[in-house]
């Protein structure tokens, strides 16, 4: 009781100024309020209270003591317990500590607000208690609202991020899928006619990195009994996109050859070399504008394309014609690339041979040196200096023109002779084809990086119509040779093992069935064969490089005839069987199924000819096919033009098994799910 009354009497631990005494007694009680009391009492003499006011806590301090001193008068005329004391001594102590924190809260352009609004409820100085905690509540709100702030300055960039992605990830596959769409055409053209097939080449001549198609494109004028001399030749070039026509050149005779990628210095578009039968023209790929043009006569073959022989900078060319005097067998002639002029004349040659017309070729040798190689029946090399001697009378300004290659030189029939011997039998050469990746998808191709690749390997030499061997260009040796049946296209070379070696895709027919296999290109063994039902075609197939590091072959047939094995045949009297059309099948082969094929595409059309091409962005690659479609009564068939996406042909694709072998310990027959998802994520690459 006794300390109680010291504490409501007396500061705690103070010497009292309106009583002038010192109670030791609550000495020790008042020791942990004595720093807030100093605190408390230092804000006037900061200048915190003005006018003989104090501030909110200041007030609260005073009648904080007041309320003591009146409570210890109750207390010891009531005589009330001790624990009730504690109360009320504590309850003041509270009051000045809340006082503190919401002085510490308030800014001075409140404080006068303050005081007026505690003059009207209150009086004096004692409302600043109220303001306290409005002001609390403000700067709660400020607080609140900069954290949000903060909050909407992070979240703004990363919805906006999340957005971009969004928008990437469905507009752009969107866009996608239209080119795709776009990519896939199919256009008329003409009519289709004659011995040898439509030529037709691939080369990008707008600039959108997709191959546009050029065509040879023979049409009837109006008149209603068509004559030869109504037919109109022309070269047309067609956009990869939506197959829309960007150019037509008028030629004077059909156009036999199409040559792209030929690069002059001074002409930033790639130019396009027309052949004809007795004309050699140069257009711009772009614009088709015609850039120069040269009269031979009887041209048997494409250019082929020669380091440069004149120091303009641009490549020159050379091409096989028949000569004029029945002497001699064969004409080489040297065309300037750049202006379209002859070099000299014509080279005629003397070739003991009879057949099919090799090349020519060009190959440069392991010492730097330069052969043409063609023939009839057999295939005779000469060097390039040789002919560019005979038909200038000059040698060649640069010293890679001027060099031989001594172990070629000593192939040579004689000192006199000017011809290499590189195959001579008594079978008759039919084809000969360098081996390099891509060469049958792009053998048309003038430009430089394609023409290096292929004059520096070795050769694949079909002879006899059924023997398939393979020429080492070091020593001109055959690595081995294979016999089939007689072949009517040219191999393909492809990837179809894992030894980094190309091997050869080959097609014959006979009896009314056809039969494809591929030939080991390192060891010249059998790697797969299936036999089909003659599609009344022989078009040469396609390969094409895939993700997995193989190559993935296209080729044209009828039905499998190990899948209708289990068929039961029927007797069909020939005429009904002509009547019925026949269904002619664009299959896929990849060697991890070589058990399984993909038909990608049937019709009733005749294949003529085809060509791939590639699109690097989207991985994939459209095969390009020259048909004629079958027109009621006697009239020519039109001449279709189409692209095909293969990653979408496939995704439509139908599986057609060949025989499965029965035999302990062989492959477990894939199921149809796991060659779906595999033929699904193939992917194509340029070669």
């Known amino acids: 009781m006794a300390a109680a009354l010291s504490r409501a009497l007396k500061l705690p631990g103070k010497k009292g100024s309106e009583l002038g005494e010192y109670d030791p007694l609550t000495q020790a009680d008042s020791e942990d309020e004595s720093e807030e009391d100093d605190l408390v009492l230092n804000y006037p003499r900061n200048g915190l209270g003005r006018d003989g006011c104090l501030g909110a806590g200041s007030s609260k301090l005073r009648g904080g003591r007041s309320g003591r001193l009146v409570g210890a008068e109750d207390e010891a005329q009531e005589d009330e317990d001790e624990e009730e004391d504690e109360w009320r001594e504590r309850l003041p102590s509270k009051s000045r500590q809340d006082t503190d924190d919401e002085k510490g809260g308030q800014y001075w352009s409140h404080r006068d607000s303050g005081r ?43 919805v906006c991020a999340m957005l971009l992605v969004l928008l990437c990830a469905f507009l752009i596959p969107c866009r996608k899928g239209e080119l795709e769409k776009k990519l896939q055409w199919e256009r008329a053209l003409g009519v289709a006619g004659g011995v040898n097939p439509p030529a037709l080449a691939l080369w990008d001549s707008d600039g959108d990195s997709l191959e546009d198609v050029f065509l040879g494109v023979t049409e009837w004028t109006n008149d209603s009994r068509p004559t030869q001399g109504n037919k109109i030749y022309s070269l047309v070039a067609l956009s990869a996109v939506s197959g829309q026509v960007l150019w037509r050149k008028v030629t004077r005779e059909t156009v036999k050859y199409i040559q792209c990628g030929l690069q002059f210095s001074t002409q930033p578009s790639p130019v396009v070399i027309v052949i004809g039968k007795s004309i050699v023209m140069a257009i711009n790929s772009t614009t088709g504008k015609n850039l120069w043009s040269v009269l031979l006569k009887n041209i048997v073959s494409q250019a082929v394309l020669l380091p440069d022989l004149q120091g303009d900078s641009v490549p020159d060319l050379l091409i096989a014609t028949l000569p004029a005097d029945e002497a001699s067998d064969l004409s080489l002639t040297l065309i300037s690339g750049l202006t ?94 360098p081996i390099v990746d891509g060469f049958g998808n792009r053998h048309n191709s003038l430009d430089t990086v394609s023409n290096v690749n292929s004059s520096k390997s070795d050769w694949v030499l079909v002879y006899g119509s059924s023997k398939l061997s393979v020429l080492r260009q070091r020593d001109v040796h055959k690595e081995w040779t294979f016999n089939s049946s007689q072949l009517h296209c040219q191999p393909v070379p492809g990837h179809f093992n894992d030894d980094r070696v190309l091997d050869l895709f080959i097609q014959h027919a006979a009896n009314g069935t056809m039969q494809a296999q591929v030939v080991d290109g390192a060891k010249g063994k059998l790697l797969w064969s299936a036999e089909f039902v003659c599609p009344g075609l022989m078009l040469e197939s396609s390969a094409i490089l895939t993700s997995t590091g193989q190559s993935a072959f296209l080729f044209w047939a009828s039905d499998p005839i190990r899948a ?124």
């Open 564 to 687: 209708q094995k289990n068929v039961t045949k029927t007797t069909v009297s020939p005429g009904v069987a002509a009547a019925q059309p026949l269904i002619r099948k664009l299959f896929l082969l990849h060697p991890a199924y070589p058990t399984v094929l993909l038909e990608l595409h049937s019709t009733t059309d005749t294949a003529l000819t085809s060509a791939v091409s590639y699109h690097e962005h989207q991985k994939d690659a459209f095969y390009i096919t020259v048909s004629s479609r079958p027109t009621p009564g006697s009239e020519p068939g039109a001449q279709i033009v189409k692209s095909m996406g293969l990653r979408a042909a496939i995704g439509k694709g139908q599986i057609v098994r060949l025989g499965e072998s029965s035999k302990p310990g062989d492959a477990v027959k894939p199921g149809a799910y796991e060659v779906n998802k595999f033929f699904r994520r193939l992917t194509f690459k340029q070669q």
């Open 116 to 158: 007026d609004r505690a003059g009207d409820d209150r009086g004096g100085c004692g409302g600043g208690a109220g303001l306290g905690v409005l002001s609390a509540e403000e700067e709660e709100k400020r607080i609140r609202m900069k954290h949000a702030m903060r909050s909407a300055f992070f979240l703004v960039p990363l």
């Open 340 to 433: 379209g002029a002859r070099l000299g004349h014509p080279v005629p040659f003397n070739l003991t041979g009879q057949g099919r017309l090799i090349g020519p070729l060009v190959h440069e040798t392991q010492q730097g040196a330069y052969y043409i190689l063609f023939g009839l029946g057999n295939v005779e090399a000469i060097s390039v200096r040789d002919i560019y001697i005979k038909a200038t009378g000059k040698m060649p300004l640069t010293q890679a023109l001027r060099r031989r290659d001594p172990s070629w030189e000593a192939l040579k029939k004689s000192n006199s002779s000017s011809f290499i011997n590189i195959y001579r039998g008594a079978e008759s050469a039919e084809f000969l084809l």
